[in-house]
């Protein structure tokens, strides 16, 4: 079935991905108390891709080439640090260092269906305005999710994130957009961070998209970094970012990546 061109999964099809989205969820748990003053960013994808493969599913981002980049992506992690939004390369050189906030966001494929999910941590003690950040860009997402509902408009969800982020005077980028996941990692609807309200499509019941809105701190400019990968705000201030990968349900959300129950038990995330 399809809807504007965009595929709709059957319930069958959908515990495919709810299950690749179990999968990463508990990768999350396992990185966790790993993400620590010292450790390198490459050990952490070492880790990512064997907990991946131990669990019977591929890294999905790891080969992936996105539109407009000429090479594919190396590795299971973009590990994404301070001023680093997104696709920051995992490397052996690079160690975690208290006071940083870092960005791990992983895909999952099982049997040919795809889950996404980022989550922003601190590493050690970090100052009170990295610690807002992260509240509000987490927040924004939970906004975000709640118009994941079958009748929602598009805009609903972009406007629910932006509106609470501009409320704190931080910014989002219009061009990193959230998206479909099924079958591809990458799929259409793209999924605005911005939004007006009762704009754009309806959402249909059992789409399932990511949602992940990307909150910078100063301006909204953001810039390619000298790797040829990474993307980075242009004024270097701090950036964040929260990814979960949900179905449209009729009567609301049904989010397939979380890890909260984990995280309620740790202190520092
Ligand atoms: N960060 C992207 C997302 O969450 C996916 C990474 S694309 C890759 O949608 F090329 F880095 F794999
Ligand atoms: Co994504």
Redesign the pocket.
């Known amino acids: 079935m399809t809807y504007e061109g965009w595929p709709i999964y059957s319930e069958a099809q959908i515990q495919l991905i709810a299950s690749a989205a179990d999968i990463l969820s508990r990768l999350f748990g396992y990185l966790t108390p790993h993400i620590l003053p010292g450790v390198s960013t490459a050990e952490l994808d070492q880790m990512a891709e064997e907990f991946v493969r131990r669990e019977g599913a591929e890294p999905a ?1 790891k080969g ?1 080439k ?1 539109p407009f ?1 000429e090479a594919p ?1 190396p590795y299971t992690l ?1 590990v994404s640090i301070d001023e680093e939004v ?2 920051g390369l995992p490397s052996p050189h690079r160690y975690l260092q208290s006071g940083q906030i870092v960005t791990i ?1 992983c ?1 999952v494929r099982l049997e040919g269906f795809h889950a ?1 999910m ?1 989550y922003t941590f601190s590493v050690g003690t970090v100052s009170p305005q990295a610690r807002k950040l992260l509240q509000v860009a987490k927040e924004a997402l939970y906004r975000g999710l709640l118009y994941a509902r079958a009748g929602a408009h598009m805009g609903d969800i972009g406007h629910a994130i932006f509106s609470y982020v501009k409320s704190y005077n931080f910014a989002v980028s219009e061009q990193l957009t959230g ?1 479909g996941v099924g079958e591809a ?2 799929m259409p609807p793209d999924v605005p961070n911005v939004g007006k309200p009762s704009k754009g499509v309806r959402l249909p019941e059992n789409l399932v998209i ?1 949602i ?1 809105p990307m909150v910078q701190m100063g301006s909204r400019r953001i810039l390619r970094g000298a790797d040829g ?1 990474s993307v980075r705000t242009k004024d270097g201030q701090l950036a964040a970012h929260f ?1 979960h990968t949900v179905v449209v349900r009729r009567h609301g959300p049904q989010v397939l990546t979380s890890f909260e129950p984990i995280m309620k038990a740790l202190a520092h995330v």
Request: charged fraction near 25%; include cysteine.
């Open positions: 981002f992936y996105p980049e992506y973009c997104v696709h966001d895909g996404d980022a998206h990692i990458h990511a992940e990968w990814e």
